[in-house]
Nanobody, 121 residues
Framework: QMPLVEFGGGPVQAGGSLRLSCRVS????????VAWFRQAPMKEREFVAL???????RYSDSVRGRFTVSRDGPRKEVFLQMEKLKPKASAVYYC???????????????WGPGTQVTVSA
């Protein structure tokens, strides 16, 4: 079992919605910030959103107003609700955890294997 594992990816039509989840195990859920990143083929990894250990959210400009990140403490899950999806959102989505709060991937110690999101036009 990996410390972080993503669920919920798949194909979706433009304008549709998906909810991703990041399941945390083996590490203290309350002791880490959890961020979402995405990476499309031949593109750099991109910050999407985060929920810090106080459940305060931060979003990239590209998704603000359409994506919502939240934490469920008892379930030890972090959700990314994605609305009004656009084809440019197609990417592998990763959740990342760590004790340092920020929007760059180098700050995070734990990474899930990723889940593919494909938005068709």
């Amino acid at each position: 079992q990996m410390p972080l594992v993503e669920f919920g990816g798949g194909p979706v039509q433009a304008g549709g919605s998906l909810r991703l989840s990041c399941r945390v195990s083996g590490i203290p859920f309350k002791g880490i910030h959890v961020a979402w990143f995405r990476q499309a083929p031949m593109k750099e990894r991109e910050f999407v959103a985060l929920a810090d250990w106080d459940d305060h959210a931060r979003y990239s400009d590209s998704v603000r107003g359409r994506f919502t990140v939240s934490r469920d403490g008892p379930r030890k899950e972090v959700f990314l609700q994605m609305e009004k999806l656009k084809p440019k959102a197609s990417a592998v989505y990763y959740c990342a955890g760590g004790t340092i709060l920020g929007t760059t991937g180098d700050l995070y110690s734990y990474w899930g294997p990723g889940t593919q999101v494909t938005v068709s036009a």
